[in-house]
């Protein structure tokens, strides 16, 4: 690799960090092809990217972005996930993707510039995702009205059922 190839990776590279809101590093020593491949598919559903890229080119990629925290921290055989819409959908993909795999796990991540161990990311990955919260949020707010016109409904309700026994005590 010549240095305009290695200097088109690092571009590459750092454009995608800056507009990542999550980028985890994660250990792939051992795994196949197959299941790399698969990994790539389940984080593309996601709109996730993955890139197996050598440290020195990481670190050189990471540095003056939100996730500098990361670039002295690249050793051994490692691939760069890259989330930017939903940190918990990446976090999510990741963590269950490393649960049914024996060889690929997670090593850390950041999130925004703030430094995650693995822990961080396993629970990161346990929070309900965007989704999910969106729908209680508008389930909470749509409670109230729903509660309140309810309310109002059982005041003519219950004149209703008293001019009802009524009527029904003078027919009998």
Not at 8 to 32: H, M, N, P
Not at 80 to 85: A, D, K, M, P, R
Request: proline residues 2%; aromatic residues 6%; glycine residues 6%.
């Amino acid at each position: 690799m010549n240095r305009q190839e290695k200097a088109q990776i690092i571009a590459q590279l750092k454009e995608k960090a800056e507009r990542a809101s999550i980028a985890i590093v994660t250990d792939f020593k051992g795994i196949g092809v197959e299941e790399f491949t698969e990994l790539r598919a389940n984080l593309r559903k996601v709109g996730v990217d993955c890139q197996v890229v050598k440290n020195t080119l990481a670190r050189l990629a990471f540095e003056g972005t939100d996730h500098e925290i990361l670039a002295n921290k690249f050793k051994e055989n490692c691939a760069i996930v890259i989330g930017y819409e939903d940190p918990v959908a990446a976090a999510k993909a990741v963590a269950d993707f490393a649960k049914g795999s024996k060889k690929f796990s997670l090593r850390f991540a950041s999130l925004e510039g703030k430094y995650l161990d693995e822990a961080g990311v396993q629970a990161l990955s346990k929070l309900p995702s965007k989704e999910e919260l969106l729908g209680k949020t508008l389930g909470t707010m749509l409670a109230v009205p729903t509660n309140f016109v309810s309310l109002l409904a059982n005041v003519p309700r219950g004149l209703l059922n008293v001019l009802t026994a009524v009527k029904d005590q003078k027919a009998a």
